[in-house]
C-alpha cells in the first residue's frame, strides 16, 4: 500500500514500502540511496523526483510513494478517410508543473512497443485535445473519439461532428493502465 499523500511519514512507512518488517532500524540515506532496494520511479511522485525539496533525504519527500507501481502506457490511433483529423496531448507533473506537449498530425498507429508516449510514471496529468480546425475535407463530418482505459473503459466515447471543440482534460493515468486514444473520420 503507497504510503500517504498527507499527514506524517514514519521510517515504518518507508520499511513497509521495502518489504522491510515495519520496526527495523531505517536510516532514510540508506533508503534514499538504495541500500533497501532501489527507489521506483515508475510513479510520478517519488523521493528523487520533480517537486522534492531535499531530494529523498526528507521523510515528507516521501509521500505517495508506491514501491510496487508500474508505469502506465498510452497508444494512439488516428485515421484520416473522410477529414482532416489531428490530435495533441499536454502532460503535466503531480504537482502540476508543466512537462511538453506533442501533436500528431494524419493517418498513425502509435501502438507498444512504438506508442505515442511509451511508458509514462503513473500519477502524471494528461489533457487530451481533439482539434476541431479541419483544413481539408468537411468540417460536418462525423469523427469518433475515444479515451479507453483497460481498468476504467470507456472515459470518453463520442460520435460527433469533426469541426466540434473537444478537451478531455484531467487524465491521471493509474499504476499498470493501458490507455487507447482513437481520433477516427
Known amino acids: 500500500m503507497p504510503i500517504s499523500t498527507s499527514g506524517r511519514v514514519e521510517a515504518s512507512n518507508i520499511n513497509t ?3 522491510r518488517y515495519y520496526r527495523s532500524y531505517m536510516s532514510i540515506w540508506h533508503a534514499r540511496n538504495g541500500y533497501y532496494g532501489a527507489v521506483n520511479r515508475s510513479r510520478d511522485r517519488n523521493p528523487l523526483g520533480v517537486g522534492q525539496t531535499n531530494s529523498g533525504y ?3 519527500d516521501w509521500r505517495g510513494y508506491d514501491h510496487r507501481a508500474s508505469s502506465a502506457h498510452i497508444q494512439l490511433q488516428q485515421r ?3 477529414n482532416d483529423v489531428d490530435t495533441r496531448i499536454t502532460w503535466y507533473h503531480w504537482n502540476q508543473q508543466y512537462i511538453g506537449q506533442r501533436w500528431e498530425w494524419g493517418t498513425i498507429n502509435r501502438y507498444y512497443p ?6 509514462e510514471p503513473y500519477g502524471r496529468r494528461y489533457d487530451i485535445y481533439f482539434d476541431n480546425g479541419i483544413s481539408w475535407g468537411s468540417a460536418w463530418n462525423y469523427n469518433y473519439r475515444r479515451i479507453y482505459s483497460n481498468y476504467r473503459g470507456y472515459l470518453l466515447n463520442v460520435y460527433e461532428r469533426a469541426n466540434t471543440y473537444r478537451n478531455y482534460s484531467g487524465l491521471y493515468t493509474q499504476s499498470n493502465e ?3 486514444i482513437d481520433n477516427l473520420s
Open 17 to 19: 514500502e521495502f518489504g
Open 114 to 119: 512504438n506508442s505515442w508516449l511509451g511508458f
Open 58 to 60: 526528507a521523510y515528507s
Open 178 to 180: 493501458f490507455i487507447r
Open 80 to 82: 484520416e478517410s473522410r
